[in-house]
């Protein structure tokens, strides 16, 4: 069943947008029409639930985004409330365990789980296949087809299963060097046994049937069983095992749950060689998933084997908080996404210009302020949050104060401009570049400036990007001219506030929490009434926004 294209609400977790041009087929410039009901790239969080920080610093594999397709308004509602508890727990429990976790485990078992894990989902991801976008797309086909239904189920859990074997065999052959770095043949049991049982994840029938009620209600049962664990049994630095347990059992709850819902809706076999077909379909996804991924997952691998496990931890709790920022300023900017997509295929190019300004814009005034508040407050934020243990990490949040700002015109460029013109293959050419040149740069400078260089190669492989991006828009010919020298000025002004603030609440004498909370809300404060003082576009326009919605009087254009 087909319908119109009317109006979108894109949301998506974490930080890679798949193109609407490959995952939905009929979705042309000039042909907007799209298979009936939404559509995700997602894939179910395992190993890499939020409750958790070595797996929680790592994004999904497929990079869950959301299409909200404004048909039925109870439904939609319905939906978005479902995605709205997934979205609060996922932020919510990070921010609940995070403390509790670095004042009960030291670095070294930390760093151990740190690294156990981000090696240990890279397979997933290699075992992955593109089975999960794909399989979304066609589960919502043939959602009506009880017998192509159980074909298509049959048959891709065949080939996820063969893809896993695959990557456990591969990780057979690796699993020794990171034996050498944990030194604890726990954490690689229970690795190995996710890795078996990941073998047979089958969240996209869910995703592509809609059952999102079920999702949500499962996913955070789960999260709080997990969290329960965390604080009943973690009770001592030796305990890190128990935590990498928690994670795994989770993970692995989750599958079999799913399991055994489908095998009550689906008579599914795993016998057959229907897999074969649907192979070849999914390697385009495959491939930009499995390269975008090496920056977001194997950067803490890299620094494991190239120092040690327990530096890790100090890298990967400071990524998790930078892209947990990163994330907050550019996934409500995907909305413009399908709008962009939508004015490009009616030929209306300077409207498409000009939504492309504006998103670019609130890019640059949320993501400056941004990176100065992360490296003004880095120690205090460090002691406050992490305890003093984990004081390193406050070094790495001052590297990455600017990964927000990179990353985020790098993902901007990426999707605001080159995806809508369908130019997903000059993404994949950057992204094949900067990981050729991260990974021996990422070797070298861990190895000689220990975690410290890890952030450093972090944000010179995202510079890359986001350079060869900006190249690649400059060769559309498009006219395309995202910077506006007024609003950087703006934004940059706006932030030089925030030093004499900061530093007269440093010799008030507070105790760290007030002043803190005082430095992060008074920047905020201060930059909003700069924003508005010196009447800047994009604020004046929200503030109108807001004014009307408050006020009842109408909804914000």
């Known amino acids: 069943m087909y319908v119109k294209l009317n109006t979108l609400i894109l949301k998506r977790n974490l930080t890679h947008l798949i193109p609407l041009s490959s995952l939905i087929p009929d979705f042309h410039r000039g042909k907007l029409l799209i298979p009936h009901p939404r559509f995700s790239s997602g894939q179910a969080p395992h190993l890499s639930s939020p409750i958790f920080i070595g797996a929680g610093s790592h994004p999904y594999p497929s990079q869950t985004f959301f299409l909200y397709f404004c048909q039925n308004p109870s439904t939609i509602k319905r939906n978005l409330l479902y995605n709205s508890i997934l979205t609060v727990s996922q932020i919510l429990f990070p921010v609940i365990t995070i403390p509790y976790i670095t004042r009960v485990l030291d670095p070294e078992g930390l760093g151990r789980v740190s690294f156990i894990d981000a090696f240990t989902y890279y397979f997933v991801v290699i075992a992955e296949a593109g089975v999960v976008t794909y399989g979304i797309r066609e589960v919502a086909r043939r959602k009506d087809d009880a017998v192509a239904m159980k074909n298509l189920v049959s048959d891709l859990l065949g080939l996820h299963i063969r893809t896993s074997l695959a990557a456990i065999v591969l990780y057979g052959a690796f699993v020794i060097f990171a034996y050498q770095r944990v030194n604890d043949p726990r954490l690689i049991w229970f690795s190995l046994s996710f890795l078996i049982v990941n073998a047979f994840s089958c969240e996209w029938y869910f995703w592509g049937k809609e059952r999102f009620g079920y999702i949500a209600l499962r996913s955070l049962i789960v999260r709080l069983l997990g969290l329960a664990s965390i604080f009943i049994l973690l009770q001592a630095p030796e305990d890190y095992f128990i935590y990498y347990a928690i994670i795994v059992l989770s993970a692995i709850a989750t599958v079999v749950w799913n399991l055994i819902v489908l095998r009550k809706e689906v008579p599914f076999r795993l016998k057959g060689s229907g897999w074969k077909k649907h192979f070849s379909a999914t390697m385009v996804m495959y491939g930009i998933s499995l390269t975008y991924s090496v920056m977001l997952m194997l950067d803490s691998v890299i620094l494991g084997f190239a120092v040690s496990a327990t530096v890790v931890s100090f890298y990967a709790l400071a990524s998790r908080i930078v892209r947990m920022g990163t994330n907050l300023i550019t996934d409500p900017l995907l909305v413009f996404y399908p709008n962009l997509v939508s004015r490009l295929s009616r030929g209306e190019e300077s409207e498409f210009k000009r939504v492309v300004s504006i998103s670019f814009q609130w890019v640059l005034l949320l993501t400056i302020p941004l990176a100065a508040g992360v490296w003004l407050l880095a120690d205090s934020f460090t002691s406050l949050y992490l305890g003093d243990a984990f004081f390193p990490v406050s070094n790495c949040l001052k590297i990455l104060a600017?990964?927000?700002?990179?990353?985020?015109?790098?993902?901007?460029?990426?999707?605001?401009?080159?995806?809508?013109?369908?130019?997903?293959?000059?993404?994949?050419?950057?992204?094949l570049i900067t990981v050729a040149i991260f990974v021996?740069?990422?070797?070298?400078?861990?190895?000689?400036?220990?975690?410290?260089?890890?952030?450093?190669?972090?944000?010179?492989?995202?510079?890359?990007?986001?350079?060869l991006n900006f190249y690649y828009v400059q060769k559309l010919g498009k006219g395309i001219n995202v910077f506006d020298p007024r609003t950087i000025l703006h934004a940059i002004t706006g932030t030089l506030f925030f030093i004499p603030l900061v530093l007269t609440l440093r010799t008030t004498g507070l105790e760290l929490l007030p002043t803190v909370l005082l430095s992060a809300f008074g920047c905020i404060a201060i930059y909003t009434a700069w924003l508005l003082a010196v009447r800047n576009k994009p604020a004046l326009e929200l503030a109108r926004n807001i004014r009307q919605i408050v006020s009842g009087r109408g909804t914000a254009k």
Do not use: H, M
Request: proline share 5%; aromatic share 16%; with cysteine.
């Open 440 to 467: 021996p740069l990422a070797f070298t400078l861990s190895y000689f400036y220990s975690f410290e260089g890890a952030c450093v190669a972090i944000i010179i492989a995202e510079a890359i990007t986001t350079v």
């Open 402 to 431: 600017f990964y927000p700002l990179i990353k985020a015109i790098g993902l901007f460029l990426n999707k605001q401009v080159l995806l809508p013109f369908d130019k997903e293959r000059l993404v994949l050419r950057s992204l």
